[in-house]
Nanobody, 121 residues
């Protein structure tokens, strides 16, 4: 019954922006850290960003600092990833995930199925 559903991916030109959303159900959303990960073809999955259950603590990969922001709306059981100044190297499948515990880059309990982001040059 746990479900994480990503949306908002697509094709965008370099320098453009996209906003990803992840709708959660089947667990107590407000008690979980939420994170975003991505995986490019032929590469390992990598951490992108995370936000604490109350939204006061955030963490970002060095590769996206200053360009991406993460936020959440506990009333809507939704977490967002705002991606600005996109680069071709941001092209990947983006996954949202939930973690029962503090903000971290690993140890997530639930995963979505992903949404494709393609950045053209």
């Amino acid at each position: 019954q746990v479900q994480l559903v990503e949306s908002g991916g697509g094709l965008v030109q370099a320098g453009g922006s996209l906003r990803l959303s992840c709708a959660a159900s089947g667990f107590t959303f407000s008690r979980y850290t939420m994170g975003w990960f991505r995986q490019a073809p032929g590469k390992e999955r990598e951490f992108v960003a995370a936000i604490s259950w109350g939204g006061r603590l955030t963490s970002f990969a060095d590769s996206v600092k200053g360009r991406f922001t993460i936020s959440r709306d506990n009333a809507k059981n939704t977490v967002y990833l705002q991606m600005n100044s996109l680069k071709p190297e941001d092209t990947a499948v983006y996954y949202c995930a939930a973690r029962l515990g503090t903000v971290a880059q690993s140890g997530y309990d639930y995963w979505g199925q992903g949404t494709q982001v393609t950045v053209s040059s």
